[in-house]
Structures are given as C-alpha cells and as structure tokens.
C-alpha cells in the first residue's frame, strides 16, 4: 500500500503534451528578443496588442488542429474569413441594430461551410484536400462576382467593439476583449480535449480502424471537425473585421499560415499527435516571429519563405521521427 502512493502521486501530476515544450521554449525567446527589438514591449501593452494581433490567428489554429489531429486539412478557412467579412459589411451597411443578428448567421454561416466539407470528405470519400481546396476556390469566385472585387457596404461600430476595442485593467491598461475571448476559447478548447469526443479525434487520426472496431462514429467525428474548424473562422472573421475593416483580400494566406503555425506547435500532419495548447502556441509563436522581423527591418516577402521552411522541416520532422531506428542505420 505504501510503495503505491508516489505511483498515484506522479500519475497525476500535469504533464506537458509532446510538442508543447519546446514551442513554449522557442515563444519565450522571442518574447524576450522582443522586449530588446522594440521599446514598445517594453510595457505589458505592448505584449497585450501582439496576443490582439495573434487572436485570430490562434483561433483558426484551434479549428486546424481538430481537423489536422483526426487526419484531414481544411484549405477554404482564409477563403471563409474573407466572405464572412464581405458579408458582414454588405447586410450590416453601417446598420447598428443590424449587427444583433448578423454576427450569429455569420457563425451558422462558417458551421455550414464547414458540414459541407466535412460531408464531402467523410460520405464521398473525397480526400479533405482537394474538397476543402475546391471551397476555397468556390468562396473566392463567390466574394468577386458579388463584389466585383470591391467589397460594399459597411461595418457597425457594434460590430466592430470585440476586435478593436477593450478594457482597464489595473497594471496592465487596456486589455483587448479579442484577448479575453481568446482566452475564454482556449479554455473551452483544452476541455473539450480532455473529454470523450476530443480524446476519439486525436484516435481517429492515429488508427482509424481501431476507433471503427471500438464502435467509435469516425465519420460523424471528423464532419464535426471540419464544423468547428468553420465556426473557428467566422470568429476570426468576426475579429479581424473589427480590426482591419472591410477588404476582400482580409483572409489571403491565412490558411498556410495557420497550417504553418499548428505544424510549429508538434502537430503531426496525417493526425494522431499533437496539443491544441501547443497548436495555438505555435500561432502566437509565428506571429511574434513577424513581427521580430519586421522590427528589424526584415522583407516582408520573407513571410513566405519561413513558412515554406517551417512546414518542410515539421513535416519531415515527424517522418523522421516514426522511422524505426534500425531501418535509418541500414539504410
């Protein structure tokens, strides 16, 4: 009885996901790297306006991570931000009392884009890939033949107040309600994660035939992925709409970027691995990397490269990394 006491005492204790250490570990250094780059972070402020900058980021990276963690890809997440926006402007058109039923069709609006890939993929086995690359390209030609490449309309400041806008907060100033609603969202999250439906995700993705034989739904698990990764964007949307305005390039790339950051927190692409914790600590991660750059007087263009070279090395990370040793030293 009393050599099974530490036993039970280490099993509960909070371990760290694998991947999460060392995204966390690459975040502190840029954070401190930032801290000596800008004198605007020097203040808690100026650290506060990166997590408002990264808050849309790190909400799609949560929406990724469900689908990338249970095998699939959603491509159409920056083509959905831009439309959500468009639409946005042109049903609110500077209406303030608009904005109470807007923000909520926008929501049902991303959760139905997001069933449909989702229906796609899982009932007529077409690869997530290619279903969720032929959304992006359905919504882009969809924003253009409505806006004929400029957006109308306009957005209320109602609309406007969460992604711009925020609160006092003793020592701190003002705290963005972007940054309380991400901070809510991570919550959310993490615990949906620990429960049941999270768990059988992340074992979809890592033996899909075993779930099936367990009894486990993995069609309707993944369909519900590709809903969350829809609703996940439409948040952002809503965010980035209070943030930047209206523009029909709002959502341009941000479905690379967002891979990107879910492969720089250790999430392996093919499912099976990876913390949503970590999924959204490699967003902040990518986001403080930019804006290093650019405080050093970085290109701009160089965005594109580090993600190229962020995905390529994760991935073939994660290749390496299932190798089993002695097949490496033969070959």
Not at 161 to 180: D, Q
Not at 250 to 272: P, W
Not at 302 to 318: K, M, P, R
Request: hydrophobic share 55%; charged share 15%.
């Amino acid at each position: 009885m009393t050599e099974a006491l530490p036993t039970s005492r280490k099993s509960r204790r909070v371990r760290l996901a694998d991947g999460t250490g060392p995204v966390l570990a690459v975040l502190a250094v840029l954070l401190v790297a930032l801290a000596f780059a800008g004198p605007a972070y020097s203040e808690p402020a100026g650290y506060l306006a990166l997590l408002k900058r990264a808050a849309p980021l790190m909400i799609l990276a949560i929406g990724q991570y469900f689908v990338i963690v249970s095998g699939g890809f959603d491509l159409s997440v920056g083509s959905l931000v831009t439309a959500e926006v468009v639409i946005a402007a042109r049903l609110i058109d500077g209406d303030e009392g608009a904005t109470v039923w807007v923000i909520p069709l926008l929501l049902v609006t991303g959760a139905l884009v997001g069933l449909v890939n989702g229906l796609i993929t899982t009932r007529l086995l077409v690869p997530s890939f290619i279903v969720t690359l032929g959304m992006l390209l359905v919504l882009d030609g969809a924003v253009f033949l409505w806006t004929g490449g400029s957006p109308r309309g306009a957005l209320s400041e109602a609309f406007r107040v969460v992604g711009r806008e925020g609160f006092e907060v003793p020592l701190l100033g003002a705290v963005p309600w972007s940054v309380l609603l991400l901070a809510a969202l991570v919550v959310a999250a993490v615990l949906f994660m620990r429960g049941g439906t999270g768990r059988m995700l992340v074992a979809i993705g890592d033996n899909e035939t075993s779930v099936r034989l367990g009894g486990g739904r993995v069609e309707r698990l993944r369909t519900l992925a590709f809903v969350l990764s829809g609703v996940s964007a439409a948040i952002a949307a809503i965010l980035l709409g209070g943030f930047a305005g209206v523009s029909a390039q709002v959502g341009d790339g941000l479905e690379f970027r967002v891979i990107t950051a879910v492969v720089l927190g250790g999430v392996v692409l093919g499912g099976g691995r990876g913390s949503v914790v970590a999924a959204m600590a490699g967003a902040l991660t990518l986001e403080a990397l930019f804006s290093l750059l650019n405080l050093l007087g970085v290109a701009g263009g160089l965005e594109s490269a580090v993600q190229g070279v962020i995905i390529i090395a994760a991935v073939a990370y994660a290749s390496v990394g299932r190798i089993p040793f002695r097949t490496r030293r033969s070959t």
